[in-house]
């Protein structure tokens, strides 16, 4: 009986292909953010979007928030109706014994991996840019939503960072070193498995 | 939207065109690289299968981008069941909640890939909303 290779699939978040998908005021593309693309094809990956929750929550010209903001009830149901609509698509790769990474946006409030972005005092008016944040190591409400979604499923974590796009000053040499050496340091690390099938 | 490099412009594209089967008897053109190119977003759908519950979410997105301001249009591939765009489905999703279908451009699998990437070329550059609803939502 023939068994296919695994393949090496990138969740990647919604932005990463559209950047439309934005904050107002944030977009630093005009739709796909080619050096996260190139890194991932270069390697091999194949790419699974995932939805944005931001864009379906509060729409296209939504202000720009913290974690503290999101952190509501309706918020995380609604992540988790976005979770339960991707999760079988992800439950198939794994358990096809495919390779997953996760890529996010490091410093946003929903789709953070290392870092997401925090102010508990924040609200009303936006005053860009004399408001401040912090950023502080956390995921944001989406992946937590996420990720929890996969747990319940049964299915192991998947290795995760994130493009620092939300970081307060975009440096993009600086998120395309990060994110290869993630990638290159995934070529030597086994990927997690749950029971494969035959495909 | 002063400092805002987004392009206004994305496309419903099928997964086998951003993940082309490596054993594919005839290539396509790089879908991914000429949106790129053109300055356009992507909305992937799912491959061939049940996917009622992340389709109905797709399709939320879409109505909020074409409630907008933003040209959305569909990129299928001629010969593949629902031109690998959920067609039928993805259709009633949108007219449920009040948006017309996108424009619709189908790559044919057995012509020439690089005179299908200009043909998509050309009909990517020359696509975008009434000069109205532009002036409307973009500033």
Redesign the interface.
């Known amino acids: 009986m023939e068994h296919n290779p695994p393949r090496k699939v990138a969740l990647i978040a919604s932005c990463l292909?559209?950047?439309?998908?934005?904050v107002?005021?944030?977009?630093?593309?005009?739709?796909?953010v080619?050096p996260v693309?190139e890194a991932l094809?270069s390697r091999g990956y194949?790419?699974?979007?995932l939805?944005?929750p931001e864009?379906?929550f509060a729409?296209?010209?939504r202000w720009w928030a913290v974690y503290e903001q999101y952190d509501t009830p309706a918020y995380r149901a609604h992540c988790q109706?976005?979770a339960?609509?991707?999760a079988?698509?992800i439950e198939q790769y794994l358990r096809q014994g495919d390779d997953l990474i996760l890529i996010g946006l490091d410093g946003s409030p929903s789709t953070g991996v290392r870092f997401t972005s925090s102010q508990p005092e924040w609200g009303g008016r936006p005053n860009r840019p004399e408001d401040d944040w912090k950023i502080v190591p956390r995921r944001g409400i989406w992946i937590e939503e996420l990720e929890a979604e996969l747990a319940r499923r049964g299915l192991p974590p998947i290795p995760a960072t994130g493009w620092a796009l939300d970081m307060g000053r975009f440096d993009e040499a600086g998120a395309r070193r990060d994110l290869e050496q993630f990638l290159d340091d995934r070529q030597s690390n086994t990927s997690p498995r749950v029971d494969p099938v035959v495909r | 939207m002063s400092g805002d490099a987004r392009g206004w412009h994305m496309a419903l594209v099928p997964d086998r065109l951003i993940n082309p089967p490596k054993d594919a008897s005839a290539p396509l053109p790089d879908v991914l690289r000429i949106l790129e190119a053109n300055r356009y977003g992507v909305l992937q759908l799912p491959p061939a299968g049940e996917h009622g519950l992340l389709l109905a979410v797709i399709a939320d997105q879409v109505a909020e981008y074409s409630h907008h301001g933003y040209a959305v249009v569909a990129i299928g591939v001629q010969g593949i069941p629902s031109q690998g765009l959920h067609w039928r489905r993805l259709a009633r999703l949108l007219q449920q909640r009040g948006v017309a279908l996108p424009p619709r451009h189908l790559l044919r699998s057995r012509a020439d890939a690089g005179a299908e990437g200009e043909r998509l070329a050309t009909f990517l550059a020359d696509y975008d909303l009434p000069v109205e609803e532009q002036r409307r939502w973009r500033v």
Do not use: D, H
């Open positions: 292909l559209n950047q439309n998908a934005k107002c005021q944030g977009a630093n593309y005009p739709g796909v080619s693309v094809r194949l790419l699974q979007q939805p944005c864009l379906a729409g296209v010209r109706r976005l339960q609509a991707i079988p698509l």
